[in-house]
């Protein structure tokens, strides 16, 4: 079996054609200290004799980080493939050559290996950054698969000139720093920022410039995995990134630097303000977010941000902070900016009596006509909505895919227009939960359920006051909804009679995996509260039911809080009913 490795000729050699680069990394690896050797993998016992040159010297010991580091890894291939095209230029005698090792030797002893010792690459980086001149002569001509490790490494160092260089070299198209860090240190974005600055001032493109993307979001977590830790020497360069960036001869257009907004302060982030300022100064740059999430921030501040980004980029907006309406009315300008939105967050907006009310809900329901992409729309306590909810959705343009109103009054001519909206043709996530309908026809409901049935697959009416009486108005609908996979009506006051043909009508939807029901009424005494016995004999009827169906299935029953604590039953575990079959 031959060990074969790159024979890497050192700096010093007279002659060598091969890449600066790699032999700055030779020079780097050559001098490490003695001992490094004794904190890698045990190299296998006889295999010593293959290493050439004096034990401890500087070939012996480079000889012995490449056995031990193939030893720990269980590679017998290549470890650095040199660049195409590149010469490395002969070993000198007495130096590097390839190893030959007996196969019993190798397959006997290399899985003893118990703990994980740094591998070479790692010990490259490191080493070559101890001298930050060195590693930015050598950026120019460092392997591709080196880079996301070293630049990890100068990250983590706070190397900030080495980051700088490694940015105007960066071989990908996608620089996803945020998948790094969140919002890295000010001196490392800025280090950044200014090896930008360099790329986007060059009227002469650099030979390696394939740099399009600058990803500032929490994502792309899986590029850093596949090009670091064990797997980097498994990595082809025509990995999905790699793929990319090999495509493309340059930038053909401009640079994006893409971040996600979330404005949790009275004042923007400073090393946030800092780069939408830095964005905003240059014309060939494309500052594009995709979210934007408020958490708490004066409006005025909240419109000064806004304005500084471009607002068709934004995907999804959440507001998470109670909000009045009139807050909501002079946010409404922005959001209609917002015109590819597919999924709007709004939570908490109270209504407080005022004669500009009318004209603060025209404000936000006429910017709705812009958001012609908006595909989910969730509204938790839109106390403005009682009476308006039919305003709202005909200003919808665009079918949805989702729809969320909870905890709020609405009257039964709004669950009828609901019911008659076109714009849920298409639906497939449906959540009422809070909306009181004791007092309501069950026909709406009846209605509303018929136009989703053959798309809604999450359909949620949890604490609704629903009785017998409206589900058993639903029942034929429920039992054609074939793509529901979750259905909760846990909170109701359903007695045992109806839990029965509730279970028996909803028997045929095989994609149904997820089921959450109230615990009937038979369960609760007269006081309101959960009678343990009465329960247990409620579970165990339902099994009976569960096992005459002739299915595997899993239901769970929630308790009502009790009337005059609001605690409730506390179980070791939340009480299921589970109907599994013999083999």
């Not at 470890?79 to 007495?94: D, F, I, K, S, T």
Request: charged share 20%; net charge positive.
């Amino acid at each position: 079996m031959t060990l074969s490795g790159p024979s890497l000729p050192l700096a010093s050699e007279p002659g060598v054609k091969g890449s600066s680069g790699w032999k700055c990394l030779g020079q780097r690896l050559r001098f490490l200290p003695l001992g490094t050797c004794e904190t890698l993998a045990p190299v296998p016992a006889g295999a010593e004799r293959w290493l050439c040159g004096r034990p401890q010297s500087p070939e012996w010991n480079w000889g012995k980080l490449r056995l031990s580091h193939h030893c720990q890894n269980r590679d017998f291939g290549p470890e650095w493939v040199p660049p195409e095209g590149e010469e490395m230029g002969p070993a000198r005698e007495g130096g590097l050559v390839p190893l030959t090792l007996p196969e019993d030797s190798f397959q006997s002893r290399f899985r003893m290996v118990t703990r994980t010792p740094p591998r070479l690459l790692e010990l490259a980086a490191e080493s070559l950054l101890k001298d930050e001149d060195l590693a930015i002569a050598a950026v120019e001509y460092l392997p591709t698969e080196l880079f996301p490790l070293l630049f990890t490494e100068a990250l983590a160092g706070r190397c900030d000139k080495t980051l700088k260089a490694m940015v105007q070299a960066w071989p990908f198209a996608r620089l996803p720093l945020g998948g790094l860090t969140q919002m890295p240190h000010q001196k490392a974005l800025q280090a950044v920022l200014d090896g930008l600055d360099c790329l986007l001032a060059r009227k002469v493109r650099p030979r390696r410039w394939k740099l399009r993307v600058l990803d500032l979001r929490n994502a792309s977590r899986n590029f850093w995995s596949m090009w670091s830790g064990a797997r980097v020497h498994e990595c082809p360069l025509t990995g999905p990134v790699a793929e990319d960036s090999l495509r493309m001869k340059g930038p053909s257009g401009p640079l994006t630097v893409f971040v996600d907004l979330c404005l949790r302060e009275r004042t923007l982030d400073e090393c946030l303000a800092n780069l939408i300022r830095w964005a905003r100064r240059r014309r060939s740059l494309h500052l594009c977010c995709k979210k934007v999430t408020i958490f708490g921030m004066p409006i005025q501040n909240i419109k000064e941000v806004l304005n500084l980004v471009q607002l068709g980029c934004v995907l999804e907006v959440e507001v998470h902070f109670t909000w009045q309406l009139s807050t909501l009315g002079k946010f409404a300008p922005s959001l209609g900016r917002m015109s590819n939105v597919r999924r709007l967050v709004l939570s908490h907006i109270h209504k407080p009596s005022s004669s500009s009310e009318e004209k603060h809900i025209g404000r936000f329901t006429s910017q709705l006509l812009r958001l012609r992409h908006l595909r989910k729309l969730r509204m938790e306590s839109p106390a403005f909505l009682e009476g308006r909810l039919g305003q709202m959705l005909r200003c919808l343009n665009s079918p949805l895919e989702a729809l969320s109103i909870t905890n709020c009054q609405l009257t039964e001519s709004d669950l009828a227009c609901l019911s008659q909206c076109p714009s849920i043709s298409q639906l497939k996530e449906l959540d009422l939960s809070g909306l009181s309908l004791a007092c309501f026809s069950p026909q709406p409901l009846q209605v509303l359920l018929e136009r989703v049935a053959a798309t809604i697959q999450d359909l949620v009416l949890e604490y609704c006051g629903l009785s017998d009486t409206h589900l058993e108005a639903i029942l034929p609908a429920l039992s054609r909804c074939h793509q529901l996979q979750t259905f909760s009506v846990r909170g109701n006051h359903l007695s045992m009679a109806l839990m029965e043909r509730l279970l028996r009508h909803t028997a045929g939807l095989s994609r149904l995996s997820l089921e959450l029901y109230p615990a009937p009424l038979e369960s609760y005494g007269s006081q309101g509260i959960i009678h343990p016995g009465r329960f247990a004999q409620a579970q165990a009827e339902l099994l009976g039911i569960l096992k005459d169906l002739g299915l595997p299935r899993t239901i769970w029953l929630r308790t009502n809080p009790c009337p005059h604590c609001g605690s409730k039953i506390v179980y070791d575990s939340d009480p299921f009913v589970s109907c599994q079959l013999p083999d």
